[in-house]
């Protein structure tokens, strides 16, 4: 099994930062990609930026130039900096990866539990 844990979630004021981590362990034998959703109260969970094993970022629209993305393979873990923070980002954060298992070849999409993010504003 996958587990994957975020950290790094809090209360801030509008114009600060945070950063978000995301840990994956378990039966790991490759990652192609990590993504960071959030979702707000009454709204469908968005994506908000993403990261390929081979380096490939993108970003919603609303969080570029604000928002870093990175990843640290040997860890399994993803990190999104996030600057200049909003209180239209407030939501809970989650991560999802798309992993191999170990004697598999199977992709399997894997969710951590989520962090709430807050900006006051």
């Known amino acids: 099994q996958v587990q994957l844990v975020e950290s790094g979630g809090g209360l801030v004021q509008s114009g600060g930062s945070l950063r978000l981590s995301c840990e994956a362990s378990?039966?790991?034998?490759?990652?192609?990609?990590m993504d960071w959703y959030r979702q707000a109260p009454g709204n469908q969970r968005e994506l908000v930026a993403g990261?390929?094993?081979?380096?490939?970022?993108n970003y919603a629209d609303s969080v570029k130039g604000r928002f870093t993305i990175s990843r640290d393979g040997a860890r399994n873990t993803a990190y999104l900096q996030m600057n200049s923070l909003k209180p239209e980002d407030t939501a809970v954060y989650y991560c999802?990866?798309?992993?191999?298992?170990?004697?598999?070849?199977?992709?399997?999409?894997?969710w951590g539990q989520g962090t709430q993010v807050t900006v006051s504003s």
């Open positions: 378990g039966s790991i034998s490759r990652i192609n990609r």
């Open positions: 990261i390929e094993s081979g380096g490939s970022i």
């Open positions: 999802n990866a798309h992993v191999v298992r170990i004697s598999s070849t199977v992709v399997f999409s894997y």
